[in-house]
């Protein structure tokens, strides 16, 4: 009893040293992400991978900021002149035809979104994997992004 209570001690010793060699040898996103992990960029090192990652996010999120700020003064303006020439008398607006178009437009979107459902699907997997293959670039551009939105 007490020699195979020995061997079976030695067999699960010998697992736990075979487990952290293996851990030793992969990556730590390996490890978060699976097998197929891994940047498409290994030749390069996690620092340059982050700064070019970093780099890439700051310049669109600092271009998204500025385009958003143009559309929503482009938008915001444009709906203000409009109400300023319906209120001076310029132009007669149908309300009731632009109530039915919007309806209209409603039950059209509603019909696309339907079909839609795979292919966002079939994107979404994509993104996924595409992240999980690049996860140091993918943290720096989410860094560099947030850092170009306040910028």
């Known amino acids: 009893m007490a020699n ?3 061997e079976l001690e030695e067999e ?8 952290t060699e293996y851990a030793k040898r992969q990556r730590w996103w390996n490890r978060l992400f699976g097998k197929n ?3 498409l960029a290994e030749k390069y090192s996690v ?5 070019i990652g970093g780099a890439s ?6 271009l998204f900021q500025k385009v958003g700020k143009v559309a929503a003064t482009s938008v915001g303006g444009g709906l203000l002149l409009l109400q300023i020439a319906n209120n001076s008398g310029y132009i007669q607006v149908d309300w009731k035809r632009v109530e039915k178009d919007v309806n209209k437009a409603k039950k059209h979107l ?6 839609a459902g795979p292919e966002i699907n079939t994107f979404v997997e994509k993104s996924t994997v ?5 996860i140091v670039v993918t943290s720096g551009f989410i860094g ?8």
Do not use: E, H, M
């Open 4 to 6: 195979r209570d020995k």
């Open 12 to 19: 699960i010793y010998d697992k736990v040293v075979d487990l």
């Open 37 to 39: 992990s891994g940047p």
């Open 47 to 51: 620092a340059t991978q982050l700064a």
């Open 57 to 62: 996010g700051w310049c669109a999120g600092y």
């Open 110 to 115: 509603k019909k696309g979104t339907d079909k």
């Open 130 to 134: 595409f992240v999980k293959k690049n």
């Open 144 to 151: 560099g992004f947030l850092i170009g939105l306040v910028s």
